[in-house]
């Protein structure tokens, strides 16, 4: 709160606090309008809670962020958000880079066409984001104008964000994308930073060649759900040099299912293949090319990249739960403001839900009626205040349980204030948060951090 670059002029203006926190209760609540904040503006209990004297207006809350400068919000906003996940940084992990976009309406700036799957020909805004591979923590997120979705658009801002958590020791073991970043500056960008890669190939002409000349070996080996691989060497034209690549195959259940009507668009199609070669011993099969700089074995490098799917389940949270797709102005530096707001809010969300439903992520969908759906009662005594919450849930008895053991541990957290500092009393969080992918280690383990989580 206080290095945020917010500044009023006014003295009739609000405080800093009851603009960043209406923002941040508005975007818990699953709003996509800054409309929507009018139906928060009679809450008793929770503004008090975080120090706020009110809940501000929508008008006040869209002023709030005019009034920031965006180079220091963009600093502001990167360095908490990097704050959130960087001690889990310490161990192995995968980024996880791909982009979506924001339709649009109204006059707008920077609404370009370009590439929308959805509805081609509307304006919009393209999201390049990059996540925490598995975990659903989001990295950073750029808004760009909608014409600027390729890869090379994004590749200055990823460079940056890369080589500054070199610098901290906290560089991811690969980097993994479509399609879109399966070009030779994307490559040797990361070659030049020895992070090793995965991303996938479009199929060009000369791909198709390499397919139709390796479709008859007997080289192919299992790779995993039905799939099998090869692996091999490819130079394009234009490439310095060979590169590993690993064609993916998969047995199509039957002819009729390559045949099915396909709705026109703009949009690539990477399984339509056009070529006779796509049947072999009677048997259709739909390919994918994958390109790696990675050593590990050809069923592992088709796993890695099945595990690139769950991106797009990032994308369909944030878009439909979260606002990215909403909390739309005329200028675009407040989209981009409140596109990394809701992604570092996303990321506190992400982590509280993780200390109590350790095992999986539950989407915003589910953890918003299981931890907020309730009726509270703040009451003062003793100088004490006391919230009591009445859960409206089918498992309420459930929930009570989870959050009591929430708050529990929260308090012995709070309880050795004085013997830690912030950082370490987020990285005891985040060890207790993500326990079921770190398998019980305590980052950053000191004997006195291992007793908190125990």
Not at 343 to 369: C, D, K, M
């Amino acid at each position: 709160m206080a290095d945020c670059p917010l500044e009023y002029a006014s003295s009739n203006a609000p405080h800093k606090r009851d603009g960043l926190g209406t923002i941040l209760l508005s975007v818990l609540a699953g709003h996509n309008r800054y409309a929507h904040i009018s139906a928060i503006r009679n809450d008793g209990v929770n503004p008090e809670l975080l120090g706020m004297t009110k809940v501000v207006s929508e008008d006040s809350a869209r002023r709030a962020l005019k009034g920031m400068d965006e180079k220091l919000a963009g600093q502001w906003l990167k360095k908490h958000l990097k704050a959130s996940y960087e001690p889990l940084l310490d161990e192995p992990w995968a980024l996880d880079i791909d982009s979506t976009v924001k339709l649009l309406y109204g006059h707008r700036e920077d609404a370009k066409v370009g590439y929308n799957p959805t509805k081609p020909g509307r304006p919009s805004h393209a999201f390049h984001s990059y996540f925490i591979a598995n975990l659903r923590l989001v990295v950073d997120v750029e808004v760009q104008a909608g014409n600027q979705t390729a890869s090379s658009f994004a590749q200055p801002e990823l460079w940056e964000m890369l080589d500054s958590l070199k610098e901290s020791g906290g560089s991811p073991s690969f980097l993994r994308g479509d399609c879109a970043w399966g070009t030779d500056r994307a490559m040797q960008g990361a070659e030049e930073r020895n992070i090793a890669y995965l991303f996938k190939l479009k199929q060009t002409a000369n791909v198709k060649k390499l397919i139709a000349r390796l479709f008859g070996k007997d080289d192919w080996v299992d790779a995993g759900q039905s799939g099998e691989g090869l692996d091999t060497e490819l130079q394009l034209n234009g490439w310095k040099k060979k590169r590993r690549v690993v064609l993916l195959r998969r047995a199509l259940r039957d002819i009729a299912e390559t045949e099915k009507p396909v709705r026109q668009s703009k949009t690539v199609r990477q399984m339509n293949l056009d070529l006779p070669e796509a049947e072999h011993c009677g048997v259709r099969y739909e390919y994918s090319v994958l390109i790696t700089s990675l050593g590990a074995d050809v069923r592992e490098i088709a796993q890695h990249y099945r595990d690139r799917g769950d991106a797009e389940n990032n994308f369909d949270e944030l878009k439909n739960q979260w606002g990215w797709a909403g909390f739309t102005t005329q200028d675009s530096k407040r989209c981009q403001i409140m596109a990394r707001m809701t992604a570092l809010i996303y990321n506190w969300w992400t982590i509280f839900v993780r200390l109590g439903l350790p095992e999986q992520h539950a989407e915003a969908i589910t953890s918003r009626p299981l931890a907020m759906f309730g009726i509270a009662r703040r009451t003062k005594h003793a100088n004490q205040i006391t919230v009591n919450v009445t859960s409206m849930h089918a498992k309420a008895s459930l929930i009570g349980t989870v959050l009591s053991n929430v708050s529990n541990f929260l308090k012995r957290i709070s309880s050795g204030a004085e013997q830690w500092t912030q950082a370490g009393r987020w990285t005891i969080i985040l060890s207790a948060a993500f326990r079921h992918f770190l398998h019980g280690k305590v980052l950053r383990s000191t004997p006195r951090f291992a007793n908190a989580t125990a």
